[in-house]
């Protein structure tokens, strides 16, 4: 079963300091997406990506955000200045339009 | 604004009993719904999804889809233990490969 790839598993960071986020998708799939879900709360949507730009984000993804594929098969979301509420679980999902596949996470604590 | 709703929960069953989970949603043109588990502190794994109205079955697994109540359930069918976990329902409004919308999530408890 193929699978989604995110590292690192969990990061502490200060706050304002800068993160990214990694994300190998499966490679025939051509849509990415970055979720997070804070401790107890829903999975909330970020933003899509698609044929190298975003294709929609949401209201949380503010100028603080930004997400790239820099190299054709990494994706990454980059946080610049890292905020207490920016502490929760990141999830990439990628899809060719048969169901979303996401990765196994990672855990940002910020402190 | 586009929303899922679920039950939180949790719903307790015993094992070897039919699990029912419900979800509705708000928005007539949704197109795609799936269903996720999640265990704790782990990603949501997709178990399935579902596009047109009536059922679909798979394994132990069988979703409905009712498009005209806007209502969405999965059933398990012969539960176990190992079915423990939340539940989160999710849509896919507008078509395409459009974002996904979750639902809270019903946490779902198999007792032996």
């Known amino acids: 079963e193929p699978e989604v790839t995110q590292t690192p598993s969990h990061q502490v960071t200060q706050m304002g300091q800068e993160v990214i986020l990694r994300c190998v998708p499966i490679s025939n799939h051509l849509y990415f997406y970055w979720y997070r879900q804070i401790l107890g709360q829903k999975v909330e949507f970020l933003v899509s990506f698609y044929n190298n730009e975003i294709s929609e984000k949401s209201e949380i993804f503010d100028d603080q955000f930004s997400v790239e594929r820099p190299d054709g098969s990494n994706f990454t979301l980059k946080i610049r200045s890292t905020k207490l509420e920016d502490s929760a679980m990141y999830f990439c999902?990628?899809?060719?339009?048969?169901?979303?596949?996401f990765g196994s996470g990672t855990r940002l604590t910020v402190v | 604004q586009k929303e899922v709703e679920q039950n939180s929960g949790p719903l307790s069953v015993p094992e070897g009993a039919i699990a029912s989970l419900n979800c509705t949603y708000s928005d007539r043109g949704s197109q795609s719904f799936f269903w996720y588990r999640q265990y704790s502190g782990k990603s949501p794994e997709l178990i399935m999804s579902i596009y047109s109205n009536g059922d679909k079955e798979d394994g132990r697994f069988t979703a409905q889809l009712n498009k005209a109540s806007q209502y969405v359930s999965l059933l398990i069918r012969d539960s176990q233990p190992s079915d423990s976990a939340t539940y989160l329902c999710?849509?896919?409004?507008?078509?395409?490969?459009?974002?996904?919308?979750f639902g809270a999530g019903t946490r779902l408890a198999v007792h032996p």
């Open positions: 999902a990628t899809t060719r339009g048969d169901g979303y596949t």
């Open positions: 999710a849509g896919s409004f507008s078509g395409g490969y459009n974002k996904l919308i």
